[in-house]
């Protein structure tokens, strides 16, 4: 997806997130779609360890829906970043 690392690069600026690392890949609405049993997904970000994140996009959206799509990820990976958002293999906090 054209753009996608000018994009999140502004993002954390923006939000003012230094030290985070984050590898965009590709990733096809089916492979996203089964990550959450069949619900289609545009993209999600995983935390692989500290400061170090994993973005999936999809990369048949266009630019209009990545920027919000990819705005959308950045503010669950700064609620990550200040532990507001906690997630355990059982709940989200």
């Known amino acids: ?4 690392d000018t994009i999140v690069y502004k993002g954390l ?3 003012n997130l230094q030290d985070i690392e984050i590898t965009l890949l590709n990733g096809e609405s089916t ?3 089964k990550i959450m049993d069949g ?3 545009s993209a999600f970000i995983v935390r692989n360890f500290a400061h170090n994140y994993t973005l999936y996009i999809d990369e048949d959206i266009s630019r209009t829906k990545a ?3 990819l705005a ?3 503010i ?3 609620q990550k970043e200040s532990k507001i ?3 355990t293999p059982n709940a989200v906090f």
């Open 85 to 87: 958002l906690i997630i």
């Open 72 to 74: 959308h990820e950045l």
């Open 39 to 41: 619900q289609t997904l």
């Open 31 to 33: 492979a996203l779609a």
């Open 67 to 69: 920027i919000k799509i």
């Open 76 to 78: 669950h990976l700064e």
């Open 1 to 4: 997806m054209a753009y996608a």
């Open 13 to 15: 600026e923006y939000l």
